[in-house]
């Protein structure tokens, strides 16, 4: 299996709405009703493709699914930096156990 690491940086000019759109809709994020009786998780674009979240705007990803996160940032990152790496038994670890592909489904 092929790694590559992910490092980018939103546009500076996009204001903090903006940015926190950009990370519900990348990450996925937890939310809950008015009243707070419901939680539940909204999925993101990473919930659908394994990953390891690194550091701040530094992820993990199969090679294979590169061009799916690159189409979703096109237009809202300053800058990407990609690099194929080789991954360590806990890479590979974690992108098996979030394979949405390997179980099934």
Same mark, same amino acid.
């Given at each position: 299996m092929?790694?590559?690491?992910? /490092?980018?940086?939103?546009?500076?000019?996009?204001?903090? $709405?903006e940015?926190?759109?950009?990370?519900?809709?990348?990450? %996925?994020?937890?939310t809950?009703s008015r #009243? %707070? *009786?419901y939680?539940?998780?909204?999925?993101?674009?990473?919930?659908?493709?394994?990953?390891? *979240?690194i550091? #701040?705007?530094?992820i993990?990803?199969r090679s294979?699914d590169?061009? #799916?996160?690159?189409?979703? /940032?096109?237009?809202? /990152?300053e800058?990407?930096?990609v690099? $194929?790496?080789?991954l360590?038994e806990?890479?590979?670890?974690?992108? #098996?156990?979030?394979?949405? $592909? $390997?179980d099934?489904?």
């Open positions: 092929d790694g590559s690491i992910i /490092v980018f940086s939103l546009k500076k000019d996009m204001n903090p $709405t940015k926190n759109e950009f990370c519900h809709y990348f990450y %996925g994020h937890e809950s #009243k %707070g *009786k939680r539940y998780h909204r999925h993101g674009l990473l919930d659908n493709i394994p990953h390891r *979240k550091a #701040k705007s530094v993990i990803i294979s590169l061009e #799916k996160v690159r189409d979703y /940032v096109r237009g809202k /990152v800058e990407i930096h690099r $194929t790496i080789v360590t806990e890479d590979i670890k974690a992108l #098996k156990e979030k394979d949405h $592909t $390997t099934g489904q």
